[in-house]
């Protein structure tokens, strides 16, 4: 496997990363053996996160049964010093570690978050503190926004940065990922199947792939699914000309309600979280069916409940989205699944 180097971090890894969302959506003996088969076949990063229920447990296990050394990343959405630091222990020991490589801030949606986490007694002020002691290696951060990210590549204040890249959300090729890489910050590319919303993970892997000196971390749950994701990484990545009008088949179909999470819709009056509702389809793929169910899940249907239509959001969509009508659309899905 070809390996790079992740910024200035001194770490080097395959670019064929892991994503841990998948395996907690199955269960825990299956979850293990694909995280074991991943490592044991040349996977030398991992990524998981704090609120993917039981991946950084799972991952601890498979990890418990192996000499491969692996660089370990997790994610906490805690964004004070003490919610951040809480986080970081409890990964530590689902991890079953005493220190990990990388930790993030996970989800940094916009600029008010941003100035949260990086101000006195925020989380990147405690993740500052636990590198001093040894606790974790190095500080990256998270966030579905191009705009933050440009941010946050310029004030340099973040080791690593993991950025939606697929090819129905290429535009960071041209702007955040030469941008990060020139100033030697690492990326980390997530979602190559845009959230499962992309019926053929081969051809999203090879649009990744084909972009040098990134990391990507597609998530599987079984072995034969790495197997595949391996063979398109061992094979060239170059598009024919009938997968690159493949691509453009998908981007017609999904151009109009695919949504990008890039949040310019809001603020919406009503406070619907709109990126999060018309992403329920590809969360509940990648989750499973419980997801819907508890927490942030639940609380994001319900809000999208209250949506008034009144249209305000369809004038600072970049990409025109119905939104309304997704939202209704979601809705009638959600209640479906959950009826079933
Ligand atoms: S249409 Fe619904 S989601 Fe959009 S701004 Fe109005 S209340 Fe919010
Ligand atoms: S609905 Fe449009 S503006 Fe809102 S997050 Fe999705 S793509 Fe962005």
């Known amino acids: ?13 395959n670019r064929l990363g892991f994503g841990g969302i998948p395996i907690a959506r199955v269960d825990e003996s299956q979850a293990v053996e694909t995280v074991l ?24 296990i498979a990890l418990q049964q192996t000499n491969k050394r ?33 930790y993030q801030c996970h989800f940094v949606r916009d600029d008010q978050v941003y100035q949260e986490i990086i101000a006195p007694g925020g989380a990147l002020e405690g993740l500052m503190q636990a590198k001093q002691e040894g606790l974790i290696g190095h500080i990256g ?19 690593t ?26 990326v980390i590319a997530m979602k ?43 094979g060239s990545y170059s598009l024919s000309p009938a997968e690159k009008l493949k691509i453009e088949t998908i981007r017609n179909r999904y151009g109009k309600s695919f949504c990008r999470r890039c ?22 793929k990648r989750f499973g069916k419980s997801f819907l169910q508890e927490g942030w899940p639940r609380e994001a249907i319900d809000k999208a409940r209250i ?14 989205l119905p939104i309304p009508d997704l939202i209704k659309e979601n809705l009638e899905w959600v209640d479906e699944q959950l009826k079933a």
Not at 5 to 13: E, N
Not at 146 to 159: C, H, I, K, Q, S
């Open 192 to 234: 190559s199947f845009s959230g499962g919303v992309v019926d053929d993970p081969q051809l999203a892997l090879k649009y990744v792939l084909s972009q040098p000196d990134i990391i990507i971390i597609p998530g599987v749950e079984t072995k034969e699914l790495f197997d595949q994701n391996r063979k398109v990484f061992q």
């Open 263 to 284: 949040d310019y819709c809001q603020p919406c009056s009503e406070e619907v979280p709109i990126q999060l509702i018309l992403g329920v389809r590809s969360a509940l």
């Open 307 to 320: 949506c008034s239509e009144c249209g305000e959001c369809l004038e600072r969509c970049p990409y025109q």
């Open 141 to 159: 951060l998270t966030s579905h926004s191009l705009d933050l990210l440009e941010r946050v590549v310029d004030e340099g204040l973040f080791e």
């Open 37 to 60: 088969h991943a490592v044991e076949s040349g996977v030398d990063f991992i990524d998981t996160a704090r609120n993917y229920k039981t991946s950084e447990r799972r991952i601890g």
């Open 70 to 102: 692996v660089v370990l990343a997790s994610k906490s959405q805690g964004r004070t010093a003490d919610d951040i630091r809480a986080d970081l222990e409890t990964s530590l020991k689902e991890l079953q570690k005493d220190y990990l490589d990388l």
């Open 1 to 13: 496997m070809n390996r790079i180097a992740i910024g200035k971090t001194g770490l080097k890894v």
């Open 161 to 186: 940065i993991m950025v939606c890249y697929s090819f129905l959300e290429p535009k960071a090729k041209e702007s955040i990922i030469p941008k990060a890489l020139a100033k030697n910050i690492g």
